[in-house]
């Protein structure tokens, strides 16, 4: 693996980030800094903390930014739904995030599940 552009964890989060752009751009204008930039936030957050915690070069380094950036995933999943409830966005919106949301959080808890067991393996 060359860079932290190649983990699919990383390009996965990239293409959640510009969903969830796209999302708040119907958001009332009222919203825009608050709930609005809450979700930018923590989208942002997700692929940051992975490409960080990749040019650490430590396993137990890179673990930490993963659990960071499913920190950040599980705020913006809890934001999404606060989305959904004042009827900023539609089911089918919020679904669709839900869906991506939970394939990142597999993914991403998958990873720190292998790096850990590799970790193990060099002790």
């Known amino acids: 693996m060359a860079t932290f552009r190649d983990l699919i964890i990383w390009q996965k989060s990239m293409q959640f980030v510009t969903d969830c752009y796209l999302l708040c751009s119907n958001f009332p204008k009222e919203e825009m ?67 991506q949301g939970r394939e990142i959080e597999r993914i991403i808890s998958s990873f720190i599940q292998k790096i850990k067991q590799r970790e193990g393996e060099n002790l």
């Open 33 to 99: 800094y608050a709930l609005t930039s809450q979700i930018k936030r923590s989208a942002v957050s997700i692929p940051s903390n992975i490409a960080e915690g990749y040019g650490r070069k430590s396993d137990k380094e890179f673990i930490r930014f993963l659990n960071i950036s499913l920190s950040s995933l599980f705020e913006l999943q809890t934001q999404i739904e606060i989305a959904y409830n004042l009827k900023y966005i539609t089911i089918e919106q919020f679904n669709n995030s839900l869906d």
